[in-house]
């Protein structure tokens, strides 16, 4: 049997400035690739043509063809992780296995499981810091414990970013290091059980005039005014250390936005029921209308509200929408519809390209008013007046609702001010413990 360390590629689709696998390289003999397409994932996926399955396909096949020039290769799995490690065993002769650390629950129990499986067999796991600047416990206040307002945080992520250096690690084109071997096969999507989609997916491209305008841009949804890297950043097709190298001489603003990200991911980190409870415990006494038929006009863009319809619009036909345009469509969910945050966050999950579970569930639960904002409850966008301020020509809602001014289009189907109240009524009796 060959002895082999494995290094097991999961949300960072690269070979540079890669820490885990940087580190296995120069560290240890014969790294052989492996990546897992994760059935337990792949089965809850309702949409056969999801474009995110196809991104991560392409991604493997250019690292299949990448490792070429190190005379090795990736090895491609099918199946549950677990059960795909007790196989290797039996393959290969493992010394060690590296990774990079992934803070969602499902991803921290997967690899409790397979650390556990790994030392019964002396096998050691080594995983490290990659996807984030600073993770779990790095930024903590004066007390030590985790920020749970952001303010605070990002303050204390820009202060020790001051004493942090970014530099890019990269393999250095050395082919010793790698398994030797001839190109693994690699399943085709059909073996996958997905099918090609047409979403196209935004291209991989630091575009520094963008990101040097982007607190006067990015609010408007009809310019190209915010950078699309959300799907790179979600698999690790881009380096977090990078971009956060580049944004900080770029753009400010930017740079917060990047740290949101992380504060996100720190907070579930620290709290993992958050995947189906509210941040502040006494919001999940809200009684919920949940009306499924209006629940399905929102879903396909048929309020009459014309920015919520348009955002809608747009994010079912593209996988994409823009982040003005998601705080108002979670926000008319949530409080003009008076329907469940976990329903839209579900909906959202089903079709963004940049899915990210910690940044989905902070940004519903902002826009619930449930989370970790400080702003009280009674904050309720009005539709009207955010398409006043950031559409005011009307070029994105024309863009996406083909029959907007004609009879086709359909009626509100809450009055805003009726909607308002009793959202402010219902938020209050729950709060009141009513
Ligand atoms: C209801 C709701 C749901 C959201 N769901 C997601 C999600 O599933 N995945 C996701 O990555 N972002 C989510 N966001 C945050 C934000 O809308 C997107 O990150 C952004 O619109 C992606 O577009 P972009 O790549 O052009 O971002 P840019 O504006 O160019 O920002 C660059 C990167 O910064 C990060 N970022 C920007 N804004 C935020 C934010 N508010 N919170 C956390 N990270 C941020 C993202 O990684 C983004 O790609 C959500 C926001 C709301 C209000």
């Known amino acids: 049997m060959d002895k ?9 689709l690269r070979l540079s400035d890669n820490i885990g696998l940087f580190t296995a390289y120069e560290n240890e ?13 792949l089965e809850k996926l309702e949409n056969k043509n999801d474009a995110r399955v196809q991104f991560i396909h392409n991604q493997v096949k ?3 063809s990448a490792l070429k020039d190190y005379d090795s290769s990736i090895l491609v799995k099918i199946g ?21 650390r992934d803070y969602e629950p499902y991803a921290r129990d997967r690899d409790e499981k397979i650390e556990q499986f790994l030392a019964e067999k002396d096998i050691p796991f080594y995983d490290f810091k990659d996807q984030v600047i600073f993770e779990k416990d790095e930024i903590t206040n004066n007390s030590g414990s985790y920020y749970k307002v952001f303010t605070p945080y990002s303050k204390s992520w820009l202060q020790k970013l001051k004493q942090t250096t970014l530099t890019p690690v990269d393999l250095d084109g050395r082919k010793k290091s790698f398994y030797k071997t001839q190109p693994f096969p690699l399943p085709s999507l059909k073996d996958l059980g997905f099918k090609t989609s047409e979403n196209s997916i935004p291209p991989l491209e630091i575009d520094e005039k963008l990101i040097r ?3 006067k841009n990015r609010d408007f949804p009809a310019r190209q005014g915010t950078s699309r890297l959300g799907i790179h950043l979600r698999f690790g097709t881009i380096s977090i250390r990078r971009l956060v190298s580049e944004a900080h001489e770029l753009n400010d603003t930017y740079l917060n936005e990047l740290i949101w990200r992380e504060f996100y991911m720190m907070i579930l980190y620290h709290n993992p029921a958050l995947v189906d409870t509210s941040f502040k415990e006494k919001y999940d006494r809200i009684r919920w209308d949940n009306n499924e038929e209006l629940f399905q006009k929102w879903c396909e863009g048929k309020t009459g509200y014309p920015l919520v319809d348009a955002g809608m619009r747009e994010l079912n036909t593209t996988g994409y929408m823009h982040n003005r345009v998601r705080m108002l469509t979670a926000s008319f969910l949530t409080k003009h519809l008076l329907i469940d945050w976990r329903w839209g966050e579900a909906y959202f999950a089903s079709k963004l390209l940049d899915y990210e579970l910690a940044s989905n569930n902070g940004g519903w639960q902002w826009a619930a008013g449930t989370g970790t904002d400080a702003q009280p409850y009674f ?3 009005n539709p009207e007046s955010q398409m006043k301020k950031f559409d005011k020509d009307k070029k994105y809602i024309k863009k996406w609702i083909p029959e907007y001014g004609s009879s086709a289009y359909p009626k509100p189907i809450v009055e805003h001010k009726q909607a308002r109240e009793r959202a402010l009524e219902t938020y209050k009796k729950a709060l009141d413990g009513e």
């Open 4 to 12: 082999v360390t494995l290094f097991w590629f999961r949300r960072d």
């Open 29 to 41: 003999k014969n790294v052989l690739p492996l990546f897992i397409f994760d059935e337990n994932i």
């Open 62 to 64: 250019k690292l299949h």
């Open 80 to 100: 549950k992780p677990l059960a795909i490690f007790e196989a290797l065993t039996k393959a290969y002769a493992i010394q060690n296995v590296y990774t990079n």
């Open 213 to 215: 305008a982007y607190d």
């Open 379 to 381: 904050r309720i966008f």
